[in-house]
């Protein structure tokens, strides 16, 4: 933890009209170390001040490049509309004009505007909050269609590559070096029971069966900003923009928006599919990508879903029996947990696959 002071001098070396201001650490989010820089005058005004993971992300220079070119581009599109809430935040440069600043210690840090008195939430609560989610996590990629792809920097690749996670999975099971397989084998027998299923999205993906475009890959809830009036005003966490399937997106919010239950609940039955936060996160994504969607894209929403959860469970599977090195853990079964979540909700989604169809054909 940095002190105050610290902060303050890692503040100094950015862009800003004053150091009058009051330091929050934000307790939220596993990779960086974060803290609002609020300023006393004008109120609630301020910046985003983190401390990068160069664990994670280890080309500081070309992460932060990207994050500026998508900003500036959605910046750019935002001026020439009247009839949108999408707010945008900004990339503080540095004194001498460099997106991060490093320090004597070798850490990177960034600093972006802070878009004021927006909140959070962890999670679709309602339908009303699910539907202000994927309207506008829907919109975020319409803005971005027209961005030139081959200038953004893949910062994790094979992100989501199911044929690359599934050779890792099969490695780390054959090495079995914690000895943690005996204890996951329904889990195990599971993955294999449903890999050549899942695997067919994949394909139809990389056959250029749908567009490649800029996508967030990453569309939890609590990576939407919400105004006052709990109306959705802006996306971030950018770390992972790269180029990938809409459906990546779709499916991931649905895996984590519309699951009943928690990520790491002990208590298996609680796992359902909630079908109204479905219908709602749905309704608002396709109204904000009604543009730009092709039919293959609509046709395979559904089957985003039951990849995205496949492929989590995958990783938290491969994770517990290479003995919890990428994921945070806090007793030895966790990652195991997670993943008997996600093949539950997979069920779920299995059984409600014709319903869920039959929602996506009436909201087109």
């Not at 490649?212 to 996306?235: E, G, P, Q, S």
């Amino acid at each position: 933890m940095c002190s105050s002071t610290h902060l303050l001098e890692i503040l100094q070396q950015f862009k800003v009209k004053s150091l009058d201001v009051k330091i929050e650490t934000v307790q939220e989010g596993h990779i960086h170390s974060s803290y609002k820089i609020l300023k006393y005058s004008p109120p609630n005004n301020g910046y985003f001040l983190q401390k990068i993971n160069q664990t994670v992300f280890q080309d500081v220079e070309k992460l932060m490049t990207s994050i500026d070119l998508v900003t500036k581009h959605i910046s750019h599109k935002l001026g020439n509309l009247t009839d949108t809430r999408f707010s945008n935040f900004k990339v503080i440069p540095t004194i001498d004009d460099k997106l991060f600043y490093k320090d004597a210690k070798n850490s990177y840090w960034r600093l972006y505007s802070l878009i004021p008195e927006a909140h959070s939430f962890q999670k679709m609560e309602t339908p009303e909050i699910a539907y202000e989610c994927g309207k506008i996590q829907g919109q975020f990629i319409n803005l971005l269609s027209d961005f030139p792809i081959q200038k953004m920097y893949t910062a994790i690749p094979n992100f989501h590559n199911l044929e690359k996670r599934w050779e890792v999975f099969q490695f780390v099971l054959e090495k079995d070096l914690m000895n943690r397989a005996k204890f996951a084998n329904d889990e195990i027998d599971f993955a294999f029971q449903k890999i050549d299923t899942i695997l067919k999205l994949h394909h139809f993906i990389n056959e250029g069966s749908v567009p490649k475009r800029l996508i967030h890959n990453d569309t939890k809830c609590n990576n939407v900003l919400f105004d006052k009036n709990n109306k959705a005003i802006a996306v971030v966490d950018l770390d992972t923009v790269m180029p990938g399937s809409l459906l990546f997106d779709f499916g991931d919010a649905i895996r984590t928006g519309a699951n009943t239950a928690s990520e790491d609940e002990k208590n298996i039955q609680k796992v359902t599919l909630d079908l109204k936060l479905f219908k709602s996160y749905s309704k608002g994504f396709l109204q904000s990508t009604a543009a730009i969607l092709t039919q293959n894209e609509i046709s395979h929403l559904v089957s985003a879903t039951h990849y995205m959860t496949f492929i989590i469970g995958l990783r938290f599977l491969t994770d517990y029996l290479d003995g919890d090195r990428y994921y945070k853990t806090t007793y030895s079964e966790h990652n195991l947990i997670r993943t008997r979540v996600q093949w539950k909700f997979l069920q779920e989604l299995e059984k409600n696959e014709k319903e869920m169809h039959k929602i996506i054909m009436s909201l087109r």
